[in-house]
C-alpha cells in the first residue's frame, strides 16, 4: 500500500507538470464558455431514456479560429471523421489517414507537453530515447487497430474510444471522453447535453472547472455519466494517459491524483498492449469547499 500511495504521489507531481506545461490549454470564459445548467438524474444500466436537466447546449460558445491557429488542435480535429462508429464494423485505414495519423503525432511530440512525458518515461525505461522510436511506441498504443467486438474484423482503437466515441450494438455509448470531439457533436446536433453529475448537492461544478462527470446522449443512445477533461489540449491528454498506461501492467489502473485544484480518478483499461480506455472521473474540486 506505501508503495503504491508514493508511486501515486510521483504521479501526481508528473501529472501537476504537465498541467503546468500545457499552454494549449484553453481558457474558460474567454476562448470557451460553457452553460452547465441542471444536476442529471439517474439513468437504469441499458436504457436509452433521460430526463433533459439541459435545455440549452453545454457549449455557448467556442472560439474555433483559436482552436484551429494550433497545430494539435488541427490536426486533431482532422482525425475525429476517420471512424465508422459501431463496434463490429471493421476499420478500413486509408493511406490519408495513416498520414494525419502520424502528422498529428508529429504536432504533439513539438509540444512541451509531450516532450516531458517522453522525458519522463523515457528515464523510466518505458519507452525509447529515441523520437522515432517513441512516435511509434504513441502510435501502437493509440492508432492500432484491434478487436472491441469479437465478431467482426479489427474494430476499434484506443484513439477511437477515447477521443471519437462507438456505439456497441447500437444499443450503447463507448467512450467519447473528450471535449472538442462533444462540441462538434453538439454544434451539429448529434449530441445532446442532459445535465452534470455531482456526488452530493454541495458539490455543484463550477463554470471554470476543467473536468466534469456529464450526462448525454449521442445519436439516439445515453451514455449516464461520463468523464471529461474541458478545455485541455489533446497532447495533455495523450500524455497523461500514456503515462499512467506504460507505467502499470494491470488491465484496468485506476489512480488518484490532485491535478490543480481537482481530485480526479484517472482510469486506463489496457487491450494488449494498446489503449482500451481511458477517462478521468472527478471526485472533488476545491470550489466546492
Known sequence: MARSQQADRELTEVLNQLWTLDTNRLRPGTDYIISLQGKAGYV???SNYARDRARAPLFTYVNEDKLKSIETYLHFINLLDNYEMSTGVQEEVTSEELKENRLF???????AV??????????????????DQFKRQLYD??????????SGGKDSCGFEHVFVGETKFGREILGLHNWVQFYLQEKHDHLDYKGYKARANKNTPDEDDHVLNLQFSWKGLVKPVGGVFIGVSPEFEFALFTIIFLMSTEKRTSVEVKVDEYLLELIVYRNGQCIGTSYPKLLSSNQWD
Open 44 to 46: 437504469a444500466q441499458g
Open 105 to 111: 503525432i508529429d504536432a504533439m511530440m513539438e509540444t
Open 114 to 131: 509531450m516532450k516531458f512525458a517522453h522525458g519522463y518515461l523515457s528515464n523510466k525505461g518505458q519507452s525509447p530515447s529515441d523520437c
Open 141 to 150: 498504443i493509440w492508432f492500432r487497430l484491434y478487436h472491441r467486438d469479437r
